[in-house]
């Protein structure tokens, strides 16, 4: 299980007191209201950083860092990801994983038979779809009742009933 979450990535920074423009890769970009620290992951260092403001601006999140008060102190930062601790991640409702838990599962058909591994999670306005390697061939499996019946990250296991035409 990942320790770190990634909340966002740094897009550009915004005028010239150190505040940056942050693509959010949450669900809920609202989230940042309540975050108080992050860590860069900067490409030789991680920091830890505490949230002094937070705008929004389109479907950016705009943040101001304690202690980072020019332009030229944040800009080797740009395209770095902000991650938090699983402590200061939003809790999850029944049913919710984190798309970092789902990544490398495996996937069992409801006959018991090894499917493939979940390699990636897109998420459609509907409903999400879990990207599997079957075999080699990618397929699409959507997060229904009818399809995915089981999923235990601590196991490591998705459980899922193959719908007639997935395979076509």
Known sequence: MEQFLQVGVITST????GEVKVFPTTDDPM???QLKEVILEGKRERLNLTVESVKFF???????????????????YLKCPLLVTRENAVPLE?????IADLIGLK???DMGEDFG????????GA????VVDHHGQEVLLPV?????LDVETEGGTVTAHILKGLLD
């Open 107 to 109: 996937v069992m058909t």
């Open 31 to 33: 989230r940042f209201k």
């Open 58 to 76: 389109k479907q950016l999140v705009i943040l101001k860092f304690k202690g980072i008060d020019h332009i030229n102190d944040v800009e080797a």
């Open 144 to 148: 229904t009742d009818e399809c995915i």
């Open 117 to 124: 591994i979940l390699t990636d999670v897109l998420q459609t």
């Open 94 to 98: 029944e049913g919710e994983y984190f």
């Open 127 to 130: 409903n999400d779809v879990y």
């Open 14 to 17: 915004h005028g010239l007191k």
